[in-house]
């Protein structure tokens, strides 16, 4: 409850649970309860009625908590880090990222940890104590490994893919106290889908690699934003010195492919297509990006393992050799469309060229035409 407060505050907080580090996450949430000011999240990695964690919402205007969402159950540290991530489901309420880096995805105590999003719809709904007409959470993801610690940071990163919602920074820090299992990893998720779309992995074991995660914006002016990362443990500069990293939010990997004989489809443009990501088979982080494609039309992403130049519907093809589907997807109303890419089953050394197949009745003719293509070699 609201405590007295000093002319500079406020207002002055307490946890709702005795031992629950109230206070250890806080984040704003937007205009959940509909009354024109902004509300907030406090999180607390112990407490709650399961004794796991918890995150009070509270009022901006009467600075009570409206609802309290609780761990699944004990020990998970559900809330021990939060984040606003925008809104993901488009319904005008912003969500909340809470990272639960205790929780135990296999045995008891393997702490491979979760993250999930709660939707604002939900929360305010549950708030107001009327039944929520939406799913609890917009997506959810779990560490892959016993002591992971997967959701010991959570941030939102800016729009990385183009898709019009912020990506979410995902922590794993991948260290207890005699427990540690690497280096620690950061996930870029899709704010949308939850889908990973790259990770990156620190080389030092108990560096702690993504225990401070941001998104400074558009550091190298390539039109997308980047990530910092922080490790504040890493060595290299002294005992325990820590270091901070900024790296491309998605660089551009491939090598363009046939973009002199690509053609305009109904959209007036060249359908272009981008590789992003990393080439290598072991980071398991490659996304394509396609752009001035047909508006709201279905395309086929696929792949080859060499060039061609060949008459294709309305355009040309460039992916020869051995062509593969990679899958289905359907362009947004400015004709652009995203598809992540799996490398982890493909030989060190192959050579893979994207295309896509474009769906195009309003153009006539054949009915359908082709993007560009984009090239490159998978690396270790």
Same mark, same amino acid.
């Given at each position: ?7 500079? !505050?406020?207002? *002055? ?123 609890? !959470? ?27 919602? *912020? ?7 991948? *260290? ?81 492919? +046939? ?29 394509? !990006? ?27 093809? +460039? ?6 589907? /990679? ?18 089953? /493909? ?27 984009? *090239? ?5």
């Amino acid at each position: 409850m609201p405590l007295p407060v000093s002319p500079r !505050e406020l207002v *002055s907080l307490t946890g709702l649970y005795n031992h629950s580090d109230f206070g250890i996450a806080v984040a704003p949430v937007g205009d959940l309860t509909g009354d024109g000011i902004d509300d907030f999240a406090v999180g607390a990695k112990g407490g709650g009625t399961k004794n796991g964690g918890y995150v009070a919402f509270y009022s901006g205007a009467s600075t009570q908590p409206f609802v309290v969402v609780d761990a699944s159950v004990q020990h998970e540290f559900y809330g021990s880090a939060i984040a606003n991530a925008g809104d993901l489901d488009g319904d005008g309420m912003d969500e909340l990222a809470v990272g639960a880096w205790g929780a135990d995805e296999g045995p008891a105590n393997s702490h491979e940890g979760r993250v999930d999003v709660p939707r604002g719809r939900w929360i305010r709904d549950t708030g107001w104590g009327i039944a929520p007409i939406v799913s609890r !959470e917009v997506w959810v993801r779990q560490g892959s490994e016993k002591y992971d610690l997967y959701g010991s940071t959570v941030t939102s990163l800016g729009d990385l893919d183009g898709d019009g919602a *912020s990506e979410v920074g995902i922590g794993a820090t991948q *260290s207890l106290v005699g427990l540690s299992t690497g280096g620690g990893y950061v996930d870029v998720v899709s704010g949308r889908t939850g889908e990973l779309l790259f990770r990156m992995r620190g080389a030092t074991t108990d560096a702690q690699f993504g225990r401070g995660i941001a998104g400074p914006g558009d550091i190298d002016g390539d039109g997308r934003a980047d990530v910092a990362i922080g490790l504040p443990f890493d060595v290299q500069g002294g005992t325990y010195s820590g270091s901070a990293i900024v790296v491309r939010g998605l660089p551009n990997v491939g090598t363009p492919v +046939c973009a002199a004989n690509a053609t305009a489809n109904s959209s007036g443009s060249v359908a272009r297509l981008v590789a992003r990501g990393s080439t290598s088979k072991t980071a398991d982080a490659m996304f394509l !990006e396609l752009t001035g494609a047909p508006l709201t039309r279905p395309v086929l992403f696929l792949r080859g393992s060499t060039t061609t130049l060949v008459p294709f519907g309305n355009g040309v093809w +460039c992916a020869g050799g051995q062509v593969v589907r /990679i899958g289905r997807k359907t362009t947004d109303v400015s004709g652009a469309a995203n598809k992540v890419f799996r490398p982890t089953a /493909i030989q060190v050394g192959s050579t893979l060229v994207f295309q896509a197949w474009l769906d195009d009745p309003l153009a006539g003719g054949a009915g359908f035409n082709a993007s560009d293509a984009a *090239s490159l070699v998978v690396v270790p």
